[in-house]
């Protein structure tokens, strides 16, 4: 069995919040008046049960699994619940990247090291990447959830807000029980992620290994299962097993801000000649790297980083970045990697208050940030660049307090 450690509450908050994000998906907020009625449940799920038959779901298995389930009021209250804050780079790194964290997952490392090199020299992911997407999943097996996963997606595909994803995922894990893969009652979040790595029940399906030989994927118990599949997992999605994640880096005064973000891609030696520089202010290093962006996670008075292809792939895993950069990270703390040299802005978030009334306030000055509703998103960005552009700030589209304060000075 894996050994159990208390999580931070806050932490549990954070990781909770992820995994809602991750399912809304679109970032627009969620109302009742958005959302059509579910249909009647009698009649939906034996549709649903035909179509589980159809893709070989047994008999058996669908009369045990559902029978007398009803939807979870809980789970909808989940699913809907907004959280008050906007997490920023500091208030997200506060929790995520703990010293117990890193100790814990240093002794992880360690102790685990004959297991996660021969994990390695099967899918080729760095052991100190696995042991940190662990951390961050469920804090090293301390916390996989406590829902019942069939009744949490029974919750929501019936739910009409995301059906047809939480559809794919209710028959991904109707099929799963019928192979035997886990028990009827098994646990994880109230949207359905799984195991050591909170897997999804689809990716569980498509990436999940028996690396222990004993005739199961076990995620929950086996350490061989869980590090494997993991590994399985972001080698299909494009791991290279020699390079790095990225690297905290130093820009010139004369930086344009502009050439930060995913879409621009140069290699090592372009930034070069840009002046970008390693922390301790060397020259980046020689290496055969074309792809690297420059990402301003807090804004252009928060830390830079040079980010690679692995950075890209840890996406795939979860498209948040700071849970990309917390990844990242927390693998440089495992192997004696120092903290990162620059403030990482406001450690307190934003309410999505704050927020709204900046849209508000920028559409009053004649800068469109769409309907105001609290979250950041693409237009709130563009509006927010004008704006700076106007009074002379790096444009880098980035809200914080100082910008918020600016702002209501203005209007």
Not at 66 to 94: A, C, H, M, N
Not at 264 to 290: F, I, M, Y
């Amino acid at each position: 069995m894996i050994e159990k450690y208390h999580m931070n509450p806050t932490y549990r908050k954070l990781v909770c919040a992820g995994i809602a994000a991750l399912a809304m998906g679109s970032g627009m907020p969620v109302t009742a008046k958005t959302i059509a009625p579910p249909p009647p449940f009698p009649a939906w799920l034996e549709a649903l049960k035909a179509e589980a038959a159809a893709k070989g779901v047994g008999k058996a298995t669908l009369e045990q699994a559902l029978e007398g389930i009803k939807p979870i009021p809980r789970v909808i209250e989940l699913d809907r619940r907004q959280p008050e804050f906007t997490l920023t780079l500091g208030s997200y790194f506060k929790n995520a990247i703990s010293a117990k964290r890193i100790a814990i997952g240093k002794e992880m490392l360690k102790k685990h090291a004959p297991l996660l090199r021969r994990v390695f020299e099967r899918y080729r992911v760095q052991p100190r990447f696995l042991v940190a997407f662990w951390g961050l999943e469920s804090n090293y097996g301390q916390y996989t959830g406590v829902f019942p996963v069939v009744g949490a997606l029974v919750t929501l595909s019936h739910d009409r807000r995301r059906a047809t994803f939480f559809r794919q995922q209710l028959l991904a894990v109707l099929q799963l029980i019928d192979k035997g893969d886990f028990p009827l009652d098994v646990k994880g979040s109230w949207a359905g992620a799984m195991g050591n790595h909170q897997f999804i029940p689809s990716t569980y399906r498509d990436f999940a290994v028996d690396f222990d030989g004993d005739g199961k994927r076990d995620l929950w118990n086996s350490l061989p299962d869980i590090f494997a599949s993991a590994a399985n997992y972001l080698s299909r999605s494009g791991w290279q097993k020699d390079r790095t994640w990225g690297r905290e880096v130093r820009l010139p005064s004369s930086f344009d801000i502009g050439l930060s973000g995913l879409e621009t891609r140069k290699s090592l030696a372009e930034w070069n000649t840009l002046g970008v520089r390693q922390v301790n202010g060397k020259p980046l290093p020689d290496v055969a790297v074309d792809d690297a962006s420059v990402l301003l996670p807090a804004g252009y008075r928060g830390p830079a980083f040079l980010i690679y292809n692995n950075y890209r792939t840890t996406m795939v895993w979860n498209r948040s970045h700071l849970y990309a950069l917390a990844v990242g990270h927390l693998s440089d703390r495992l192997v004696g990697k120092g903290k990162l040299r620059a403030d990482l802005g406001d450690a307190n978030p934003l309410t999505r208050r704050d927020i709204f009334d900046l849209q508000r306030r920028l559409n009053a000055l004649g800068f469109n940030a769409g309907t105001p509703d609290g979250r950041t998103g693409p237009m709130t960005r563009k509006a927010i660049k004008g704006y700076q552009r106007k009074h002379g700030i790096p444009a880098d589209g980035f809200p914080d307090s100082k910008l918020i304060e600016h702002v209501r000075k203005q209007s």
